[in-house]
């Protein structure tokens, strides 16, 4: 199918409308490559918008407002590079609005961050998360100081390892945090706030139960956990929180 992105309410679980539509294209029909959702208000408008990206192919990182309208388009990792791209968004400057964050599927899960300032993107930040290809970003205050952390996961083929670096400096920061013992089919992250303290979700990679993970974003300690799907379903999964 092609890219068509639809929102929900979270309270209610109904389909959101944009403009006289239920949802909206993200991409050319022609485009049947995929797409990863973020939101955030990037712009200071004081509404979130919705950054889109995709799973592989030469397309742009889009940001669309809340009636399904392009606001910006951009290029992380230049205009041929096809490997597919993660975003996540989250304010890692301390600034009154929240960043773009993306990981590259290649290029040593390079990660940038980029500001956003009327129809321009503007990169602030460059560094790499593992010294392998792949990867998934994600951002959140885990240390409950100042400003938010970037969380990155290893990609496919990979020991499921989630580090945490300061989302102005790129400094690595804290304790490895190993999500899956023995495994090495990369881990995919998200963070979730409850009762003002932010914890770290991780996803396994395919090749192993469906297993969501909750950590303590302070001590990297185990939470909770439980399967999201039956234990014999081993496609992997991606996590989200808010």
């Given at each position: 199918?092609?890219?068509?992105?639809?929102?929900?309410?979270?309270?209610?679980?109904?389909r959101m409308?944009?403009?006289?539509?239920?949802?909206?294209?993200?991409?050319?029909?022609?485009?049947?490559?995929?797409?990863?959702?973020?939101?955030?208000?990037?712009?200071?408008?004081?509404?979130?918008e919705?950054?889109?990206?995709?799973?592989?192919?030469?397309?742009?990182?889009?940001?669309?407002d809340?009636?399904?309208?392009?606001?910006?388009?951009?290029?992380?990792y230049?205009?041929?590079?096809?490997a597919?791209?993660?975003?996540?968004?989250?304010?890692?400057?301390g600034?009154?609005?929240?960043?773009?964050?993306?990981?590259?599927g290649?290029?040593?899960?390079?990660?940038?961050?980029?500001?956003?300032?009327?129809?321009t993107?503007?990169?602030?930040?460059?560094?790499?998360?593992?010294?392998?290809?792949?990867?998934?970003?994600?951002?959140?205050?885990?240390?409950?100081?100042?400003?938010?952390?970037?969380?990155?996961?290893?990609?496919r083929?990979?020991?499921a390892?989630?580090?945490?670096?300061?989302?102005?400096?790129?400094?690595?920061?804290?304790?490895?945090?190993?999500?899956?013992?023995?495994?090495?089919?990369?881990?995919?992250?998200?963070?979730?706030?409850?009762?003002g303290?932010v914890?770290?979700?991780?996803?396994?990679?395919?090749?192993?139960?469906?297993?969501?993970?909750?950590?303590?974003?302070?001590?990297?300690?185990?939470?909770?956990?439980f399967?999201?799907?039956?234990?014999?379903?081993?496609n992997?999964?991606?996590?989200?929180?808010?």
């Open positions: 199918m092609f890219a068509r992105v639809h929102a929900f309410d979270g309270r209610t679980g109904e409308r944009f403009g006289r539509s239920d949802g909206f294209v993200a991409y050319s029909p022609a485009f049947f490559g995929g797409v990863y959702v973020a939101a955030g208000d990037v712009n200071g408008d004081g509404q979130n919705i950054i889109v990206s995709p799973n592989f192919g030469t397309q742009p990182v889009r940001v669309f809340t009636n399904g309208v392009r606001l910006l388009s951009f290029y992380p230049g205009k041929s590079y096809s597919g791209i993660r975003v996540a968004v989250g304010d890692v400057s600034g009154p609005e929240a960043e773009i964050v993306t990981v590259g290649t290029l040593r899960s390079q990660v940038r961050v980029f500001g956003v300032a009327g129809t993107a503007t990169q602030a930040l460059l560094f790499n998360a593992f010294n392998r290809p792949g990867g998934t970003v994600a951002v959140g205050n885990v240390d409950g100081v100042g400003k938010a952390e970037i969380i990155a996961g290893a990609g083929s990979q020991v390892e989630v580090r945490i670096f300061d989302g102005a400096t790129g400094v690595r920061s804290g304790n490895t945090l190993l999500a899956y013992a023995g495994f090495k089919g990369g881990v995919r992250v998200s963070t979730v706030e409850r009762g303290q914890y770290i979700l991780t996803a396994p990679g395919s090749g192993l139960a469906p297993q969501l993970t909750r950590f303590d974003g302070q001590t990297l300690s185990e939470h909770d956990a399967f999201a799907d039956e234990d014999d379903f081993l992997g999964l991606f996590v989200a929180g808010g």
